[in-house]
C-alpha cells in the first residue's frame, strides 16, 4: 500500500537514528500530542531507539481519555433510558464512569449500538421516527467534520428525533495549558498530522514564538516520527522554535477549507473540561445556537450527576505527561483492559493501553540507546524493519 512500506523502511531508519544520535548535544524533551503516535512509539520501540538524551513525553492526545467524567456519566443516564437508542463509537463502551460503562447499561437493557459513522446514527433516527437516537459526538478536530455534517443533514432533513452529545476538544489550546503549567518540562511539540490536515497550520506560529517551542507536524509511521523527533531535535539544538510541516503529504497549510468551514456553521467554541486534567479555556465545540435544539445535553436536561474517580488511577498525570504508565502502582495489577480503572486503559489510543498491550509492564524501558555505533543495529530486533 502506498505510502506504508516507504515509511517503515529499515534503512532509513538507521540513518535518521544516527543523524538524530549525531545532533543531540544534551537532554531534549518532546512531546507527542497524538495518541496514535504515542501507539506507534511504543509498538515499534522507537523511544527506546532514541539517545539517552532524547525523552519522548506522551501528552493528552486520546480524545477517548479526555473526554470529562461528568460527560460520560451524562451519556450513561442518557443510554438508559427508555425510548432511546443511544449510539457511540466502539471506543467509548468500556470507558468507565463513575459506576458504569455503555457495556453494562446495554447488559442492563439499553439499547446502546455500535455505529462506524455518525450518519449511520442518523439513519437510525430516520427508521426509528419513535425513538430518541443520540450520537456520542466526542474527538479532536478531526472527527469533528463528519459529526458537524451529521448535524446540518439532520437539520436539513427535518430529522427531529436525532441529537448528539458533543464532547469536541481542540489541541492547540491544549498545548498552550501545558506550556503555560508550573510542572512543564516540554521543550518541543510533536503536533498530530491528522488534525492539521483538517485544521492546517496557522494556529500553531504564534504558540511556537509565544512559548519558544519548536512545533513539528507529523505522521503515524516510524519514518514520520523519527523525522518529526530529527527536525525538532535540530531547532533545539540550533536554538529556534518554528513551526516545520514534515508531514506534507497529507496536510496544506491551510487544511480542509471545506471541513472548516463546515465546523464553523454547526459549532462554537466553548471552554470544557478534560478529565484528568481540568477545564482548558477556549478547548471545546459546542453545537452552536442555529443547531442547539439538536444538543442531548439540552434536550434530555441531565442533572445530578455526582461524578468520582478512582482514588488510585493516576491516568491524569499521564495524561499531563508528569508520569509514565508504568509508574503508576495500580497499572497491570489493578487496572488492566479487562478491568480498567481510567480511559487511558482501554481507549485504543491510551497510553496505559499501549503499554500494557506492547507489554512495557515493568523496569524502566531500558533503552537501545546512548552507543551511537550501535544504534542502528537494535532495530534488527524491532518492528520498524
Not at 129 to 139: A, C, L, N, Q, S
Not at 193 to 215: F, Q
Not at 296 to 325: W, Y
Not at 356 to 368: E, I, K, N, S, W
Amino acid at each position: 500500500m502506498k505510502y506504508i512500506d516507504e515509511f517503515q523502511d529499515p534503512d532509513l531508519a538507521r540513518r535518521l537514528l544516527d543523524d538524530i544520535h549525531a545532533t543531540v548535544t544534551r537532554p531534549w524533551a518532546l512531546m507527542e500530542v497524538c495518541g496514535g503516535q504515542t501507539h506507534s512509539i511504543i509498538r515499534h520501540g522507537i523511544d527506546q531507539l532514541l539517545p539517552d538524551a532524547v525523552e519522548l513525553i506522551h501528552g493528552p492526545g486520546c480524545p477517548v481519555c479526555v473526554t470529562p467524567l461528568d460527560v460520560i456519566d451524562k451519556a450513561l443516564e442518557i443510554a438508559s433510558r427508555p425510548g432511546v437508542i443511544f449510539c457511540s463509537f466502539g471506543d467509548m463502551l468500556r470507558v468507565p464512569g463513575s459506576g458504569s460503562d455503555l457495556f453494562r447499561v446495554r447488559a442492563a437493557g439499553g439499547d446502546v449500538r455500535v455505529v462506524y459513522s455518525p450518519l449511520d446514527a442518523l439513519r437510525l433516527a430516520q427508521e426509528h421516527p419513535d425513538r430518541e437516537v443520540v450520537f456520542f459526538g466526542i474527538g479532536f478536530e478531526t472527527t469533528a467534520p463528519p459529526n458537524a455534517m451529521a448535524v446540518h443533514q439532520a437539520r436539513r432533513l427535518g430529522v427531529r428525533n436525532f441529537s448528539m452529545l458533543v464532547s469536541h476538544v481542540r489541541v492547540p489550546p491544549a498545548i498552550e495549558a501545558i506550556m503555560e503549567s508550573d510542572t512543564c518540562r516540554v521543550q518541543a511539540f510533536l503536533a498530530a498530522g491528522h488534525v492539521c490536515s483538517v485544521m492546517g497550520t496557522d494556529e500553531y506560529p504564534a504558540l511556537a514564538e509565544r512559548h519558544r517551542v519548536p512545533i513539528v507536524v507529523t505522521g503515524f509511521e516510524p519514518l514520520d516520527i523519527l523525522e518529526g523527533v530529527r527536525r525538532a531535535v535540530r531547532q533545539l539544538e540550533r536554538g529556534e522554535h518554528t513551526v516545520d510541516n514534515a508531514y506534507r503529504r497529507a496536510v496544506p497549510a491551510e487544511g480542509n477549507p471545506a471541513a472548516k468551514a463546515m465546523l464553523a456553521d454547526v459549532f462554537e467554541a466553548t471552554d470544557r473540561a478534560w478529565r484528568g486534567i481540568g477545564v482548558i479555556p477556549g478547548s471545546g465545540w459546542r453545537l452552536s445556537e442555529r443547531y442547539r435544539d439538536l444538543d442531548a445535553e439540552h434536550r434530555f436536561a441531565v442533572t445530578h450527576i455526582d461524578t468520582r474517580e478512582p482514588a488510585q488511577c493516576r491516568s491524569g498525570e499521564v495524561l499531563q505527561g508528569l508520569i509514565k504508565p508504568k509508574e503508576c502502582a495500580a497499572f497491570g495489577t489493578v487496572c488492566t483492559p479487562r478491568t480498567p480503572l481510567g480511559a487511558t486503559m482501554v481507549s485504543s489510543e491510551g497510553a496505559c493501553a499501549a503499554y500494557y498491550l506492547y507489554r512495557r509492564l515493568d523496569g524502566d524501558g531500558t533503552r537501545g540507546a546512548g552507543r551511537t555505533s550501535e544504534a542502528p543495529a537494535a532495530l534488527e530486533g524491532t518492528s520498524v524493519v
